[in-house]
């Protein structure tokens, strides 16, 4: 046959220690990457549903301090005008 060389095809399938090396070191960093992803995920979910918390904290804080601001204005406007709540 013209063009394929035996010891050409027996060198592309021949497995080295190298070949090793590589596929431990590319299993290695996707174990990582694997890991990293679901701490990061996680972390972030966490920093997510805590900040949602604190949001809805300062909002009903808000409200409330409108509240009693406003009743406490109500009250300082019917004792002035003298009127019944």
């Known amino acids: 046959m013209v063009g394929i060389e035996p010891t050409s095809m027996v060198l592309e399938t021949t497995v080295t ?10 299993i290695l960093l996707e174990l990582l990457a694997y890991v990293t992803r679901t701490l990061s995920l996680g972390l972030r979910l966490a920093v997510n549903m805590i900040t949602g918390h604190i949001l809805a ?3 009903i804080g808000f409200i409330w ?18 009127t019944k709540l």
């Open 65 to 82: 301090a409108m509240a009693v601001a406003h009743s406490w204005l109500l009250l300082i406007i019917a004792i002035i005008t003298k």
């Open 17 to 26: 220690p190298f070949h090793y090396i590589i596929c431990l070191t590319l």
């Open 57 to 59: 904290k300062v909002v």
